[in-house]
């Protein structure tokens, strides 16, 4: 059943168009506010934070966790329609294939400033100019796992709590993580261990479906480089994959909008890694 929703849910992405404006999560960040205005963290240290994040975070997923039951206790149809419906919710909330056609689309009618439009919202840089070629892709390994991966990855463990649950985490992050704060330490500590699995089996797949030995030893040298280890090990393997050097690309060059092609594809590619290991464990269970 969770292979089948998967299926459906990408169909779902790619064939119907932008489903941002029906993607809102405007709320989760006033309901966060609402919880630390009821339930002030004292200090500034992350444990002390911890009572306050786990009522902001566990409580939409306990509601979603219930209706669920419910549901499958009155037919397994409702409950199947239901976690389709949460897990098409929780994914995105953009398109990043979408936009990545955008951006390379742009290039290759030579539209400069459609280009630089397409990559600034692309990596959230708020600057008008084009982002770095180094960014661009950087942004790519990163956000698949953010937008996608990490939300198949909960689905499959968890059902639709587990979904949303990777979401609520990612835009508490965006919105709390940036504070010098015990809330904010909480949430950034919560996002890394959340991240900390499917990160490396994303990475793994970004290995298995370009240059497994590049990738495994940019992983092993470089990803130590980045704050947040997570972000660094698919940086890292995804530039290895595509045996592709940080700093080597010229922005705005054909280069550039070969290889944010090329990183594109490579996240195509371990998504249908992904969906064939799966599929062999579905097959592995029926025969059973």
Known sequence: MSLLAILLALLVERYL???EELRRFEWVAAFADWVRSRLPATGEK????????AAAFLAPLIGVALL????WEVWGLFYFLFALFVLVYSLGPKDLEAQV?????????????????????LVDSGRPDVAPADLLLETIFVQAHERLFGVLFWFL???????????????????????????????RRLHGLLAWLPARLVALGYALSGSFVEAMHYW??????????????????????LRIEPGTTEPGSEE???????????VRR?????????????????SH
Do not use: H, N
């Not at 550039?256 to 490579?266: F, K, Q």
């Open 17 to 19: 168009g932008s489903l």
């Open 101 to 121: 056609e955008a951006f390379v689309d742009a290039r290759e009618r030579d539209d400069r400033d459609s280009a630089e439009w397409y990559a600034a919202e």
């Open 220 to 241: 092993r040298d470089e990803a130590a480089k980045w704050p947040s280890i997570s972000r660094g090990v698919l940086v890292a393997s995804g530039f290895g994959a």
């Open 270 to 286: 371990t998504l249908l890694v992904w969906l064939a290991i799966l599929a062999l464990f579905v097959i592995a269970g029926w």
């Open 157 to 187: 463990l968890l059902g639709p709590a587990g979904a949303l649950g990777y979401r609520l985490v990612v835009v508490l992050e965006a919105r709390f993580g940036g504070e010098q704060s015990g809330f904010g330490d909480s949430v």
């Open 46 to 53: 992350w444990t002390q934070a911890l009572p306050v994040l």
């Open 68 to 71: 669920g039951w419910l549901l």
């Open 256 to 266: 550039e909008t070969a290889r944010v092609r090329e990183a594109m594809s490579l």
